[in-house]
């Protein structure tokens, strides 16, 4: 074993002389001890191919980094938070925000790649409001991050437009009957943000108060805003 490289306790001492690690063949015990020392096979798959493209200068590590940092940790449904919680607490910003949403939006500062032309949709006590993109995964990202895994699964995007209200309860939403769900086909050009209703029990809190209470879920329309004082 060369210098530097990590040995686990017993492992390869029964192998044969040439035969691959243990660590590299199927066995089937449980991986949570130490010798799992390689990533999961999407993650060595991703390394090696960034590996490939960095040494063929097709791509600058710098540049990576920076877009995986924004995903992380700035871009996210914290900022839709933001934006509806400022609709809730100003009723000039949300007329504003439903007229125009680009304009509103740029000037919270929020813009940004598959954000550029943003339609917001309040619901009310009539209309409840759900987004879905059935021919792909369009979503606002500058507002929302990247879209669940659900979100792009062929069971909702078929079912969010035939049986709206069998995928909310799937959910865990049930709304009024006479309430009416309109559902939104995102696509390519324009991307929706859905405003839900401020929750009952939320006169006097502040911005960030109220920011807390929206849920990602409750600005696709798959979910209801949270409560004050229900945890998070
Ligand atoms: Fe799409």
Redesign the pocket.
């Known amino acids: 074993m060369a210098p530097g490289k990590v040995v686990t306790p017993g492992a390869g001492l029964d192998k044969a002389p040439g035969a691959p690690h243990p660590a590299l063949m199927p066995h089937d015990h449980s991986h949570d001890h130490p010798h799992s020392l390689l990533p999961s096979d999407p993650a060595l798959r991703v390394k090696a191919l960034e590996s490939i493209l960095t040494a063929k200068g097709l791509v600058d590590p710098a540049a990576l980094g920076a877009i995986i940092e924004t995903y992380q940790h700035k871009v996210g449904p914290q900022v839709g938070a933001r934006v509806v919680a400022r609709a809730w607490a100003d009723a000039g910003f949300a007329a504003a925000l439903l007229a125009d949403a680009d304009a509103a939006l740029a000037a919270m500062g929020v813009s940004g790649r598959q954000g550029e032309h943003v339609v917001a949709v309040a619901n009310t006590p009539q209309v409840h409001n759900m987004v879905v ?1 059935t ?5 606002p990202w500058p507002l929302l991050g990247i879209p669940p895994g659900w979100y792009k699964s062929d069971a909702y995007r078929a079912r969010a437009v035939r049986e709206p209200r069998a995928v909310l309860a799937d959910f865990g939403v049930t709304l009024p009957e006479d309430q009416t769900v309109r559902v939104w086909d ?3 050009e324009v991307r929706y943000l859905v405003v839900p209703m401020r929750p009952e029990g939320s006169a006097g809190l502040d911005e960030a108060a109220l920011a807390a209470l929206v849920t990602r879920d409750s600005m696709i329309g798959t979910g209801l805003p949270r409560r004050p004082g229900s945890a998070p």
């Open positions: 993109c021919l792909c995964s369009c979503y995102s696509t390519a």
